[in-house]
């Protein structure tokens, strides 16, 4: 209470305080309008100007970007529309029309029970188109006798009549009907086709005596005509090598040694009174293919 009354007695004595307080506001209030003002103002001329110099020219550099940028856009598009670089079906891994190929092969014969032939031969082949081809074969036979054909004779005490194989030649026509490939290992592709053949062709045979002697029992030779049916799968391994695999079914009539023929016979006599019998002779190859020229080369669009 007493501190209130002091206060408004010093109020009262001293009334140009009030008055000073007053004027000393007021001057501060229109320091503060009169900065307000200049900075709002407008900036002069000069000074717009010299900022105006300094800003960077970027004129050039916004064309040269839309151009690059128009480039680019007009590439995406030509490579959109390239129906080159859309693959749906790829082409064939190998091309074989007007090419030779050189076929050497080894053979074994499997349906006679008494005998069996292994045969080493070759194939020349021209491709006239990627699917039809002509060929000539030619083989040469080493025989084994089996020893079913030995335990006939002392079980039966009968002698088998046998011939042997010696040479072959054929002319063979061939016909791709299928082709294919598939993925080994998750990484490498390979491509494949089937091929049947037919052909024509002779074979010498020779006749193996029931009696070895040669003076008292010659041995007589036969020429036959020979076709036969084949059917093989062939794996390419690079643009000029391929591995095949097939069965080839030999026709043919042969003379036999008759088993009661008499001593004291020519090799002409025999084969007169010989027997005929028809016979297959199957066999399974196994050959790798050198393709020439070693190269091909696609000459038409895919």
Do not use: C
């Not at 129906?83 to 092969?105: S, T």
């Not at 699917?131 to 036979?141: D, L, P």
């Not at 998750?186 to 074979?203: E, F, L, P, Q, S």
């Amino acid at each position: 209470m007493k501190r209130l009354a002091f206060g408004l007695l010093l109020v009262l004595a001293n009334p140009g305080l009030v008055a000073a307080a007053e004027a000393s506001a007021a001057g501060a209030g229109e320091t503060a309008d009169e900065k307000t003002s200049e900075a709002e103002a407008p900036a002069a001329p000069e000074a717009a100007e010299a900022n105006k110099d300094e800003l960077p020219d970027l004129s050039e550099e916004v064309k040269e970007a839309a151009a690059q940028k128009e480039e680019a856009v007009s590439e995406a598009t030509a490579a959109r529309r390239s129906w080159e670089d859309i693959v749906v079906v790829p082409r064939k891994g190998f091309l074989k029309r007007h090419r030779f190929e050189l076929a050497p092969f080894s053979a074994i014969s499997f349906n006679d029970t008494m005998i069996r032939h292994y045969s080493f031969g070759g194939d020349l082949t021209f491709y006239l188109t990627d699917v039809f081809s002509i060929a000539a074969e030619g083989q040469y036979f080493i025989k084994e006798r089996s020893e079913r054909e030995s335990l006939v004779g002392f079980q039966f005490n009968r002698a088998t009549t046998l011939n042997r194989f010696n040479y072959s030649a054929s002319l063979v026509f061939g016909y791709v009907p299928g082709y294919g490939k598939f993925g080994l290992f998750n990484k490498y592709i390979v491509h494949w086709d089937v091929t049947v053949n037919a052909g024509i062709g002779v074979i010498w045979t020779e006749t193996i005596p029931v009696i070895p002697d040669a003076k008292s029992f010659p041995a007589f030779s036969n020429l036959d005509i020979m076709p036969h049916l084949g059917i093989s799968t062939r794996m390419f391994v690079t643009d000029w090598l391929a591995l095949s695999i097939g069965l080839r079914d030999y026709m043919f009539e042969d003379k036999f040694e008759k088993r009661d023929r008499p001593p004291g016979q020519t090799a002409a006599q025999a084969k007169a009174n010989g027997v005929s019998e028809f016979t297959q002779n199957l066999m399974v190859f196994v050959s790798a293919g050198l393709y020439l020229p070693t190269s091909f080369q696609y000459k038409t669009p895919r």
